[in-house]
């Protein structure tokens, strides 16, 4: 089995490019060239120095030990959440602008959610000195006010889109259109392993140093390079993209790829993609979408902002269906009381996105011979009102 | 080869062909077929009914808001098709529909290829379907059924490509005015008109119709001189939204028009 795009862009029957004629030079473009240009040795080396010097990689392999004890499994986080700008986000971004320099592009947009991508954007974007504007569902720009100061600090222009839903997926067309009314001088720096291709590989590519580091780490700490498990969480499943990338033709290393249930799956108010969604296109992708009968995308619901996406990237649809990788489904209720264990085990407050990746350790079967490893993929700063929030409802409820 | 209402229109008519887009059940869910025989009493050479969609990419405001109060009227394929069962007994201009390509394969594409022809559809447009998966994989479904492809060309599509579209289509090619989403002001520039002269010298076997920023009777007459003919879609949408009753609405926009 192949886990990697095949050259017409597709992993299995999922992927493609299914993008209307006016977006077909842009997309054309980057198909051509983001091969070669990530071979170049000196993208490679500008690339490399922004990482350690500016991002600072290699982020720590930790072993923890308090939770492994809660789990009797050998629980090693890696830490994306020490990441500048506190996610794995940035790792794509920085790729995503040395490679729109090289194409002489002069204008960056990008769509966010939560806004943690946005940010990640606009700060490569000051970095780079190019215009950044962003793309936000107007109802996102109220719930992440911070972030949308941020992004303005960092000297972007904020879009609050209102076609729609007026949230992530409605961002995502805004910045499309842009792109189509802009088809010579500007880039659109996708944040997940979503869209046509190439995005969904280009951006694994970009997020695979989280991998290639796992497999160094280990081998240090435990003399194996390969662990037992990987987990991870997915919204459009870009930091498990990178966590899976160099284990995923190793078939001893299991992948669990964590999805939000919200509610319930059954709720009516869920992210989990992988049992709710079937075959259908979403922002040029064909892949596993949550859709009406009649082919309409809905809106999907999870406590966690960066989850809540209606789709999920064209490879995660493939593992799924093949059953390369293990998906569960984390429920609201489960992510935050993972968020406030790991809080008070190991001192580390995760987001909540990560939170449903914590979650499913009691249910991915690890022994105490086994070494796990979960993708921290952020910290919870970002969501610290949605946290007192959640938890002042719930202890009034009790 | 499809031989249609649409083929045969363009060996019958050479210039000044009229093509008016509109989003199905918008105003209301039961305008579709009023305003069908309307734009064919007015003059109308051919329409194209859009099959509204919750994340129309390719589109503007004016027809990304009439999708969605489509959909909120409740239109969906199924109840257009039912709208479009016997129409043919009092239509007989060319209909295109045109949508993205997500509710199309929910409704199953061969299934709705056959429900589609069975009501008298002549061709579809669906701007999200790649060239090279029609190719080998639609193409021969949609020629059991009759039913003509139509693509967008666009300022930035290479001779090519255009060629090659050229090639494998039989009814008419879409030239997009500029690099825009629907319902964009388009200005009239050297550029443009280049671009028009550029595919015109190209001697492509299928007519051309020129669609997006196409608004009133000058930029329509302008689009005439540089192909067979014209679209307009968000100028007829905001025309339907007028406070007259929506035969008037029609009436009106097309004397405008062709006055």
Known sequence: MNYAVNERGYYGQFGGAYIPEMLYPNVEELREKYLSILQEPEFQAEMQELL?????????????????????????????????????KINNTVGQILLAKR??????????????????????????????????????????????????????????????????????????????????????????????????????????????????????????????????????????????????????????????????????????????????????????????????????????????????????????????AQFIAITDAEAMEALRELSRLEGIIPAIESSHALAALKEVGAGPDDVVVLNLSGRGDKDLNTILTYFEQQDGQQ | MANNRLTRLFQEKSGNLLNIYFTAGFPKLEDTVTILEELQAAGADLVEIGMPFSDPLADGPTIQASNQVALENGMSIRTLLAQLAGVRERVTLPIILMGYLNPVLQYGFERFCQDAAQVGVDGLILPDLPFAEYEEEYKPILERYGLSLIFLITPQTTDDRIRKIDALTDSFIYMVSSASTTGSQVQTNEAQQAYFAKVRQLGLKNPLLIGFGISDKPTFELACQSAHGAIIGSAFIKALQQPAEVRENVRSFLQQIKG
């Open chain 1, 52 to 88: 350690r010097d500016y991002v600072g990689r290699p982020t720590p392999l930790y072993h923890a030990k308090r939770l492994s004890e809660r789990y009797n499994t050998k629980i090693y986080l890696k830490r994306e959440d020490l990441n500048h700008t506190g996610a794995h």
């Open chain 1, 103 to 324: 194409l002489g592009k002069k204008r960056i947009i990008a769509e966010t959610g939560a806004g943690q991508h946005g940010v990640a954007t606009a700060t490569v974007c000051a970095l780079a000195g190019l215009e950044c504007i962003v793309y936000m569902g107007r109802i996102d720009t109220e719930r992440q006010r911070p972030n949308v100061e941020k992004m303005r600090l960092l000297g972007a222009t904020v879009v609050p889109v209102t076609s729609g839903s007026q949230t992530l997926k409605d961002a995502t067309n805004e910045a499309i259109r842009d792109w189509i009314n802009h088809p010579e001088d500007t880039h659109y720096i996708i944040g997940s392993v979503v869209g046509p291709h190439p995005y969904p590989d280009m951006v694994a590519r970009f997020q695979s140093v989280i991998s290639e580091e796992i497999r160094k780490q280990l081998l240090e700490k435990e003399g194996r390079e390969l662990p037992d498990y990987v987990v991870a969480c997915v919204g459009g499943g870009s930091n498990a993209a990178g966590a899976f990338y160099h284990f995923l033709d190793e078939p001893d290393v299991k992948l669990v790829a964590v999805e939000a249930a919200g509610l319930g799956v059954d709720s009516g108010h869920s992210a989990a993609t992988s049992i709710l969604g079937k075959t259908g296109i979403i922002h040029g992708s064909k892949t596993l979408l949550m859709q009406t009968e009649d082919g309409q995308i809905t809106e999907p619901y999870s406590i966690s902002a960066g989850l809540d996406y209606p789709g999920v990237g064209p490879q995660h649809a493939h593992l799924a269906q093949t059953g390369r």
